[in-house]
């Protein structure tokens, strides 16, 4: 029995059984030709996932619509015609190797930056593929991203990007202080989780588990979810975020924060702010994650367990126990060191309360 045509509402749908396999699904079109092109692709595919399985016949391009129809992020995807997506259109996933990586970025990113690299290209590239792991498509990989290159004079007199470079606590602490409470506890967070801004600005209370210091956060980045620890400094900040349903990190109007990914952009004007009370250019919200990594390794922290904390290390175990606190990854945390200046701020006697308040050229309002 094939795959039928049939009318249903504004668009053609096609259903049916190929080989075992049940389909019933909107083909997206009202026009019938199109809908018919769409129905026999349908077909054949199901018939060489029959016969070679999915993990052999999956091309790139299906695994990046299936991402983007899943709510993936398409931002550095690419099209048809340029980008990620037309350098790896038409070919299977079980024939991309590290190698093509390697000549994807030389293609696509002749002079750019290790760092660009990663970000622009490895970073989605690796979301697509972990997605058709999921849905069996593909094998797990350890994908190896580009490092800076070490032992040269290149860059060394190019200006460091705020953001991009660890900073001791000490020195975060004086940078929060001269902040607003609602700013300051963004930054708070950030520097005792290492989650990335956006990751931060869409957490609600239905993530957190406060009396086990555990957060789910079930979409990242990578498009996989992960647990991160909470540090007992956060303890009684989340206490009282939870107090209140809905998204927790808010503005001193009491709004959710703007999601734009791949950026910490919403809190522009606190950090500006505060650069000009303080004196202090290189903290900024990804600075943040980048002194967690740091901090964990200079303390002792076992590699693996720090890419537990940040997201990078993804397998099998990890995904399925995202929901389960693990206590070394919460032993881990809790070796972030604590400055007086922080434990001290005036607005840990009720952060929700704090709030509303704002500095402005250096006074409380």
Known sequence: MGLKKYKRGEYWWISGTVHGQTIREST??????????IRIKRESQLVSDHLYGAKATRTFAQAVESYLEAGGDNRFIGSEEKGLLAFFFGDKLSDIKQNDLQKAAKKLYPT??????????????????????KNDWAEMRMWQRPRKVKGTMAGRDKPTRSGTTPVEYEHAAKFVAAMSPAPAMVMTALFYTGMRPIELFSLSANDVDVDKQWISLNKSKTGEPRGIPIHDFLVKLFSS???????LFRTHKGEPYELIEGAGGQIKGAVKGAR???????VSPYTGRHTVSTQLVVNGIHPHVKDQILGHAVDSMSRHYTHVPQAPLIEAINTLPVPDVWRDLEWWVDPVAFRSRFVKWGSMR
């Open 112 to 133: 750019a930056q290790p760092e660009t690299i990663n970000r622009q290209l490895f970073t989605p590239f690796i979301a697509v593929w972990n997605h058709a792991v």
């Open 241 to 247: 975020l939870c107090e209140h349903d809905g998204i």
């Open 276 to 282: 000009k009370r303080t004196g202090i250019k290189d």
């Open 28 to 37: 997206k079109t009202d026009n019938p030709e199109a809908a018919e092109t």
